[in-house]
Every structure is written in C-alpha cells, then in structure tokens.
C-alpha cells in the first residue's frame, strides 16, 4: 500500500479496514490555526471535532500498533488553552493507553517578545498505544553514549557495580556497571531537531527527521504507517525512504500534490542517508 488520498480523513478512515495500519504519526491543524488553509477548529470545540477521527483510528491500527501525535496547546486570552489535556483525558476514554510523552525541541525557534511568556520551543508528540505490549525496536534509535562516559565510567565506586535502588523507592534502580564498555546508549524522550516550513511550501510541516525517528522506533521494515494529516508529506517520504508502505490524507490537493512530487524525488541516495543516521 503506497498511496496518497485527497479526501477529508474522517470519510477515507470510514472506508479502511480493520487492524490494516501498522503506524500511526501525524500532526493535524492545531486550534484556530492555518484557518486559510484547513478551515480552523476552535479550542472549545477540538475534542468534539478529533475524537470521531481517533475512533477510527483506533479501528484500523493494529494491536500491536502505535500512534504519534505531535500538537501543542495554544494560548488563548492569555493562557494556554486546556484542548491538549482534555483530548488525552478524551483518548483514553476511548480506548487508547497514553503510552509516552516526547518532548520535541525547536531548535531554531523563531525570537520574539510577549508580554507574559517566552518564545515557544517545544511541542509535545503523544505516544498512544491499543495495547500494553506493542511493537518497539529500540536499539534502531539509540545513540553515542557521549564524552561523560569517558570519566563517568573509568573509576567506578561499589554502588555503581552493583544495582543501586532509587532513594525514593519508585522501584527504579540503575547499575552503572552494565554500561561499561559499550559505545551506544538509548536515547531520552526529548528529540532536538530543528524545523522545516518554508522549505516545503508549507505553513506547518514538521521536520523529516521526526516522523523518521518513531517510524524507525515503532515499525518494521515493510509495514505500513499512516498519517492522516498528511501536508507536506514528510511521514510519506520518511516512511518510503525506510523501506516501510505509506498511506497519506490531506484535504488539500495542492498538498497532495506537493506530497506526490516530493515522494518521486526519494533517491537511493536520501535512503542512504536515513539508513547511516541510525
């Protein structure tokens, strides 16, 4: 499945069958955003408008599937609006186990003054999952373990050789031992990359590299990841350079076409570059 569909996302999702989609990431039009371009949702309203689309969405990924939604609260009257909360509450209401929260930073975040806050760097990305146990490759997203290591692991104390239970007993504990030796490490939950808009022709396209870290995390080679919102196509491209099958919806031709055109432009050469970045 290799396909990218102009429609409205609720009326295509209808269609689709059961348990189909391996891996969910998108990023859909935030509150009262992009009103030139998707209409606009109002605040009040964004729950009662997302919810019969993540009902789908439930249906048609696979229990061992996973969901990536990357949003952010705006600010409205001067405080951040609630919508953001109030659709986890909603989500898992419905089904969905809120699995993980990742912290995307912005790192070339535009400057600005505002009266009653700072510039805004960060968005949050929702893991959702159907099920307890799901689909995880870990070691694809893991990274060098850093100079610290160099100093950190050369002269180790007792508790780091053996396991050293937490002071608050959360029942988590490390043992500094296990690390020695080892050139890798697993990652956090907080993801630097930079954006991507103006680039793509496209008022909110997130960056490449975010949809091609979790499709590396949460999917196999040949699976089939879906982004419902899908703009620019970046999920496509990403999930085409992977060697995964891509299903995108967008509204918009315009971005269907943008989408369909930068797909025909994935290069063994840009598969390679995806494959030596981890």
């Given at each position: 499945?290799?396909?990218?569909?102009?429609?409205?996302?609720?009326?295509?999702?209808?269609?689709?069958?059961?348990?189909?989609?391996?891996?969910?990431?998108?990023?859909?039009?935030?509150?009262?955003?992009?009103?030139?371009?998707?209409?606009?949702?109002?605040?009040?309203?964004?729950?009662?408008?997302?919810?019969?689309?993540?009902?789908?969405?439930?249906?048609?990924?696979?229990?061992?599937?996973?969901?990536?939604?990357?949003?952010?609260?705006?600010?409205?009257?001067?405080?951040?609006?609630?919508?953001?909360?109030?659709?986890?509450?909603?989500?898992?209401?419905?089904?969905?186990?809120?699995?993980?929260?990742?912290?995307?930073?912005?790192?070339?975040?535009?400057?600005?003054?505002?009266?009653?806050?700072?510039?805004?760097?960060?968005?949050?990305?929702?893991?959702?999952?159907?099920?307890?146990?799901?689909?995880?490759?870990?070691?694809?997203?893991?990274?060098?373990?850093?100079?610290?290591?160099?100093?950190?692991?050369?002269?180790?104390?007792?508790?780091?050789?053996?396991?050293?239970?937490?002071?608050?007993?959360?029942?988590?504990?490390?043992?500094?031992?296990?690390?020695?030796?080892?050139?890798?490490?697993?990652?956090?939950?907080?993801?630097?990359?930079?954006?991507e808009c103006y680039n793509q022709s496209h008022s909110a396209a997130f960056p490449l590299a975010l949809p091609e870290w979790f499709i590396k995390l949460f999917s196999d080679e040949g699976d089939t990841v879906l982004?419902?919102?899908?703009?620019?196509?970046?999920?496509?491209?990403?999930?085409?350079?992977?060697?995964?099958?891509?299903?995108?919806?967008?509204?918009?031709?315009?971005?269907?076409?943008?989408?369909?055109?930068r797909l025909r432009k994935v290069s063994p050469t840009e598969l390679e570059r995806i494959q030596a970045s981890g």
């Amino acid at each position: 499945m290799d396909e990218i569909i102009c429609g409205d996302a609720l009326d295509v999702l209808a269609g689709m069958p059961d348990g189909s989609i391996d891996l969910i990431v998108t990023s859909p039009p935030y509150a009262d955003s992009r009103k030139r371009t998707y209409g606009g949702i109002h605040p009040d309203d964004y729950v009662a408008w997302f919810l019969p689309i993540c009902e789908q969405l439930l249906r048609v990924l696979k229990p061992s599937g996973s969901f990536v939604l990357n949003i952010k609260e705006r600010v409205l009257e001067g405080e951040r609006h609630t919508y953001v909360i109030e659709l986890i509450l909603a989500l898992r209401g419905q089904g969905w186990r809120w699995t993980e929260e990742y912290c995307w930073h912005k790192k070339n975040s535009f400057p600005g003054k505002w009266p009653n806050r700072f510039r805004d760097s960060w968005e949050r990305c929702l893991h959702f999952t159907r099920e307890k146990r799901f689909k995880m490759n870990q070691q694809a997203v893991m990274v060098p373990m850093g100079d610290w290591a160099g100093s950190r692991l050369r002269n180790l104390s007792e508790t780091d050789k053996r396991r050293d239970e937490s002071k608050v007993r959360s029942g988590f504990g490390k043992k500094i031992l296990n690390w020695v030796g080892r050139e890798l490490a697993y990652p956090s939950n907080v993801l630097h990359m930079a954006t991507e808009c103006y680039n793509q022709s496209h008022s909110a396209a997130f960056p490449l590299a975010l949809p091609e870290w979790f499709i590396k995390l949460f999917s196999d080679e040949g699976d089939t990841v879906l982004d419902p919102f899908l703009g620019s196509g970046s999920t496509a491209v990403a999930a085409k350079s992977l060697r995964r099958c891509y299903l995108g919806i967008d509204v918009q031709p315009e971005y269907c076409e943008l989408a369909r055109e930068r797909l025909r432009k994935v290069s063994p050469t840009e598969l390679e570059r995806i494959q030596a970045s981890g």
